[in-house]
């Protein structure tokens, strides 16, 4: 049955409005509500209703719809520059169909092509001029039509070279990122100091990116793949694949994963190859770009509004999936802090699947209006732990039967406490079971003291078996071996091995221990920052932590935090015990490997090993790269067939090595 053009018309209109919302929080705000995956449903979806059902609509309720125009427009805090050539979007597929759609409006231009196929880097865009060699201005992309000057941010990203080897003007686009490591340790300060973590990689990128303060975006250590050369035939490069190859030399960052590839069947398996290689990427992608490689033909391809047709983006699967929340329950972490958890109708999301999610506080579950029965979006965050994103449809309407807050803790029944923001809830029941429990799984994990053979099941055994109690069990389960034997499932070499470990964790540094202890707010930077002021555990509790003041890593919430852990004569007896059975540890300088005293190093010529392995090892000894000579440069490393790079450096009297000689600055024996 059609349905009829009143309800086709509020539908779209509905949709428009969605959208458009939606497009303001991502790229005015950079706080978008929704996940892209759920963007892209409902996007193609008025795509799709427009074209259906276009008879419906006056020239100009298309034309406004945000599937017609780019939506992101600036904020005003820095300078606006129109760009010389609009930097577009790109036109999606998410089958093969519609690739191969999109390669036979080619082939109605010309049967030979071939393709370059790199990953799309979920980041922010951005155009850098380059002057002369030298970096003039970067402008991010804004409409696509205006965007703002970050110039003195770019600069701060240490692959982005301020100076290239190429005097032409030139101009070059590509994506500033976040790591996804650099991104889960800045997550890490921000909960050490007690403010709101970052949702995704790509804000935190856009959000430092818009700092006023260079020095912050220095800090946050953004980096950027460049994958495009304006006005490509003015530089003599006439294919994609050149360009990078250009690119590479100048000494920009390009994605390794990018390649030739010359046909559907070739498209096909990259899309296969790179499902699982985007796993083990350290940066966010969000598909692949698929690019005609010969650039002779991009201008009579043409372009729309949005999009070029000489290129198109192709997206995997959302890795967001539909489900029904059977039920919720809640668990309380070491420090007392209770979470929501949903508890879902089993389904497959990103290859595995997924039963449990996490819903944070009771806030969240009424911010998203969600309630049992309903079905909820969910998503990988971080690609580990799955979370409930919003909710789908409403199936549960009993507003009686609605999930209300919870007022105990399910594990000891004392009151919870609520945070200052009151989001939070916290179980202060000194001894609930659960927390306990949890103290003690975080004390032997991986950043604790590492005793990684007794896992959680195995505390479970010794809890409910009744062979340890707390923390200063664990050094005593030495003189319990007959017990432990008995054990279910604990074998002499299992017994022997979870003994080592723990004997072996008497070995570790202060600062593993000060954050094993678990103490509020203290995180593994900041642990270990106390204890190299510290420096010995028996130097712990009568250390006067308010002098600590005076240093920027430290906050008087953390200082607050340290003092009234150290008053708690539980706390007391802990350390005492800890000492006293062996663990008086101490705090070892980590050596900050400066061999190369921040010079900077050109590379030059063919060298045995690629010229990436070089720049990381210099990069790891604390020297730079430059792609250029100039009298700033310390060392120019020459391989064979060096050119005008050694003739420069002879005249400029700098310091010519090869890599044997770079070898023997750095101890490094062949
Ligand atoms: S080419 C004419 N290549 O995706 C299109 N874009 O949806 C020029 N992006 O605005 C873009 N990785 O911010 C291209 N390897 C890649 C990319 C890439 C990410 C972004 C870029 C662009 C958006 C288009």
């Not at 509500?33 to 074209?51: A, G, Q, W």
């Not at 220095?218 to 994958?227: D, G, M, P, Q, V």
């Not at 979470?339 to 969240?364: K, R």
């Not at 604990?490 to 094993?516: H, N, P, R, W, Y």
Request: one cysteine or more; a neutral charge.
């Amino acid at each position: 049955m059609e349905k009829s053009k009143e309800k086709i018309r509020q539908e779209v209109f509905e949709l428009q409005k969605k959208i458009n919302k939606w497009d303001e929080e991502y790229y005015v705000l950079d706080n978008p509500s929704v996940p892209d995956s759920v963007y892209d449903i409902e996007f193609n979806k008025l795509k799709k209703l427009e074209n259906e059902y276009s008879h419906y609509f006056s020239y100009e309720e298309l034309k406004k719809s945000p599937t017609q125009n780019i939506n992101g427009k600036s904020l005003d805090i820095f300078n606006k520059v129109k760009h010389d050539k609009p930097m577009l979007s790109l036109n999606k597929a998410y089958t093969i169909e519609e690739i191969e759609k999109f390669i036979k409006n080619i082939e109605k231009i010309t049967t030979k092509y071939s393709f370059f196929i790199e990953p799309k880097i979920d980041g922010l865009s951005i155009s850098i001029k380059y002057l002369n060699g030298k970096l003039v201005q970067a402008i991010t992309r804004g409409d696509g039509q205006i965007g703002e000057d970050v110039t003195n941010n770019i600069k701060q990203i240490a692959s982005i070279p301020k100076e290239i080897d190429y005097k032409k003007n030139i101009e070059v686009r590509g994506e500033v990122y976040l790591s996804i490591d650099d991104f889960n340790k800045l997550n890490q300060q921000l909960e050490e100091q007690n403010k709101p973590k970052l949702a995704n990689p790509r804000n935190a990128a856009a959000g430092t990116l818009r700092q006023l303060n260079s020095q912050i975006v220095k800090e946050r250590n953004l980096s950027a793949f460049i994958y495009y050369v304006v006005d490509c035939e003015y530089h003599n490069l006439d294919t994609i694949e050149n360009s990078f190859l250009f690119l590479k030399k100048l000494g920009f960052q390009v994605t390794k994963e990018s390649k030739k590839i010359n046909n559907i069947s070739e498209i096909e398996q990259y899309i296969k190859q790179f499902k699982d290689t985007k796993q083990h990427l350290n940066y966010e992608t969000d598909g692949i770009v698929i690019k005609l490689n010969e650039v002779k033909y991009y201008d009579e391809l043409g372009y729309t509004s949005k999009f070029p047709h000489s290129a198109i983006a192709f997206k995997y699967e959302p890795d967001t999936a539909i489900t029904t929340l059977k039920n919720i329950f809640i668990t309380v972490g070491r420090t007392g802090l209770v979470t929501y958890n949903a508890s879902l109708e089993p389904v497959e999301l990103s290859g595995s699947m997924i039963s449990f999610a996490t819903l944070n506080n009771f806030q969240y579950i009424e911010d998203l209006n969600l309630n049992i029965g309903d079905l909820v979006y969910i998503k990988k965050a971080g690609e580990i732990i799955p979370c409930v994103i919003g909710l789908a449809s409403v199936k549960n309407k009993d507003f009686d039967k609605r999930f209300n807050k919870i007022t105990q803790c399910p594990f000891c029944n004392s009151l919870l406490i609520d945070s200052e923001t009151s989001l939070e809830q916290y179980c202060v029941n000194e001894n609930c079971p659960e927390v306990k429990r949890r103290k003690i799984v975080h004390f032997v994990s991986k950043d604790g003291m590492d005793i990684m053979t007794i896992g959680e099941k195995n505390i479970d055994l010794l809890l409910n078996n009744n062979l340890i109690k707390d923390i200063v069990d664990i050094y005593k389960l030495k003189d319990k071996k007959d017990e432990l034997l008995k054990l279910e499932r604990m074998g002499s070499k299992s017994v022997l091995k979870i003994l080592d470990s723990i004997e072996i964790s008497k070995q570790k540094t202060l600062d593993k221990l000060i954050f094993a202890l678990g103490i509020k707010l203290i995180g593994a930077k900041v642990a270990t920052f106390i204890a190299s002021k510290v420096k010995i555990l028996s130097n712990f509790l009568s250390f006067d932590f308010n002098s600590l003041i005076e240093y920027n890593e430290i906050g008087e919430k953390i200082i607050s935090s340290l003092l009234s852990w150290v008053k708690e004569e539980k706390n007391i007896k802990l350390i005492n015990n800890l000492i006293e059975l062996g663990l008086n540890l101490e705090y070892q300088e980590t050596k900050q490997n400066n061999k190369l005293n921040n010079s900077t190093f050109v590379i030059t010529g063919t060298l045995s090993k690629p010229r990436s392995y070089f720049e990381n090892l210099i990069i790891a000894n604390g020297g730079q790269i430059s792609s250029s000579v100039s009298s700033k440069t310390s060392y120019l490393l020459a391989g064979h067939d060096s050119g005008s790079k050694l003739e420069k450096a002879n005249k400029l009297n700098i310091n010519i090595i090869d890599e044997n000689e770079l070898l023997r600055m750095l101890e490094i024996n062949k």
